[in-house]
C-alpha cells in the first residue's frame, strides 16, 4: 500500500505564487513518474505537469515559463513551484505518483487534492 500527502496551495493575489509538496510512503521499491493534475470547477481534470525519473520535465503549454516541477528522490518527494499565478489557474490539485511497489508491479497512486486559488 501507498500513501500520498501532499501540502501547500492556499490563496494568493493574481501574480502571486505558491508551492505544493506531495510525499510518497509505504510500500515503494521505487518511483516511475510523478505529476501534478488539476481540476477547476465544472472542467475535467487535466494534466499540469509530470516529472520522469530520471528528471525529464513536461508541462502543460498553459503553465510553461511559470511553473517548475521538481522531485526529491532520496525522500519519495515532488514539488510543484507556481509562480505568476492567475485566476485561471484556480483549480484543485492533485499528486498523481507511478510507484513500482516489487520489481516490475506498478501501482498509480492519487493524492486528496489541494485547493489552490489566484484572485484577482
Known amino acids: 500500500q501507498v500513501q500520498l500527502v501532499e501540502s501547500g496551495g492556499g490563496l494568493v493575489q493574481a501574480g502571486g505564487s505558491l508551492r505544493l509538496s506531495c510525499a510518497a510512503s509505504?510500500?515503494?521499491?521505487?518511483?516511475?513518474?510523478m505529476g501534478w493534475y488539476r481540476q477547476a470547477p465544472g472542467k475535467q481534470r487535466e494534466l499540469v505537469a509530470f516529472?520522469?525519473?530520471?528528471?525529464?520535465?513536461v508541462y502543460a503549454d498553459s503553465v510553461k515559463g511559470r511553473f517548475t516541477m521538481s522531485r526529491d528522490n532520496a525522500k519519495n518527494m515532488a514539488y510543484l513551484q507556481m509562480n505568476s499565478l492567475e485566476p485561471e489557474d484556480t483549480a484543485d490539485y492533485y499528486c498523481?505518483?507511478?510507484?513500482?511497489?516489487?520489481?516490475?508491479?506498478?501501482?498509480?497512486?492519487w493524492g486528496q487534492g489541494r485547493l489552490v486559488t489566484a484572485s484577482s
Open positions: 498523481n505518483v507511478l510507484v513500482e511497489t516489487r520489481p516490475g508491479r506498478y501501482l498509480e497512486v
Open positions: 509505504g510500500s515503494i521499491f521505487s518511483i516511475d513518474r
Open positions: 516529472i520522469t525519473s530520471d528528471g525529464s520535465t
